[in-house]
């Protein structure tokens, strides 16, 4: 579907609200290759932050949860079309949803 506004909403929540994103703007530079979670820079998005990692793949969200993204409570935007998947992201080391797991909001 062409322009559904999904890179404009990225931008603005970055770029605008300076906001802390979790997309595959944070792998740049070889940063999917750092061993523990971190705010990364990206050359030409001016003051905008990111994660360092890659939340539009599969083996991206599983690096995200082997780092403990959403546990982090860093990131304020975690952009996937895996929704599914990313489920994963939320689950609180196998222990009952109801006890304790982090809550999030889906916009589609």
Not at 9 to 24: F, G, I, P, T
Not at 60 to 66: D, E, K, L, S, V
Not at 84 to 101: A, I, M, T, V, W
């Amino acid at each position: 579907i062409p322009k559904t506004g999904g890179s404009t909403l990225k931008d603005m929540v970055a770029d605008c609200h300076l906001k802390v994103v979790a997309n595959e703007e944070g792998i740049a530079d070889g940063h999917d290759q750092d061993m523990d979670l971190q705010l990364v820079d990206v050359d030409g998005r001016g003051h905008a932050k990111y994660l360092n990692v890659d939340t539009t793949t599969i083996e991206g969200i599983n690096r995200a949860i082997q780092l403990g993204l959403v546990q982090s409570n860093v990131a304020d935007l975690i952009v996937t079309p895996y929704l599914y998947e990313s489920e994963y992201l939320f689950k609180n080391g196998g222990q009952d949803p109801r006890e304790g797991d982090p809550r999030g909001r889906l916009f589609a």
